[in-house]
Structure formats: C-alpha cells, structure tokens
C-alpha cells in the first residue's frame, strides 16, 4: 500500500482501518464532504444515500398497508422513471 495514499485518507477520515480496496476507494473520495462518525470521519453522500433509501422504503410500506400492493408497486415505477429521466 502506498504511504502517501495512506497519509492522504488518514488526514481526511481519522485512523481507520484500510485494506487496499478500501484505501484506494477512499482516496478517489477524499474531496468529498464527510461528517464526525464515532472515532473517525465517513462519507456525508453515502449517509444520505441510507437516509434517503430508508424514507423511500418506510414511504413505501406506508403505501401499502393503506392503498395496497398494486397501487404501491406503479408508485415505485413512477419513482424509479422519475429518478433515471435526471
């Protein structure tokens, strides 16, 4: 493993533990916005990406305990369409 990459990821996430696959992932992703997550920082996209798929889910189950299967499922077409038309 490289010990510039290395220092380059510790100066942004804190001592983490790293594999090389984690390492050079984490590098390509160094200039992205990160938040405090326990000992050490992680990425703020991927946080929100869970955020965001969990309200997607719960909004799902939602749809259909009250409207039902079908109605849910053409719900989760209509997003899934609206989300690759961007």
Known sequence: MSVSK???VKA???DIPL??????????RRHCATFRDGKWRDLLYVAEYFELE?????TLDKIRAR????????VRRRL???IAAQ
């Open 6 to 8: 290395r220092n380059a």
């Open 12 to 14: 942004v996430f804190g």
């Open 19 to 28: 594999d090389r696959e984690n390492l050079d992932w984490l590098f390509r």
């Open 54 to 58: 969990t309200a997607i889910r719960e």
């Open 67 to 74: 409207d039902g299967g079908r109605i849910a499922l053409e």
């Open 80 to 82: 899934i369409e609206s």
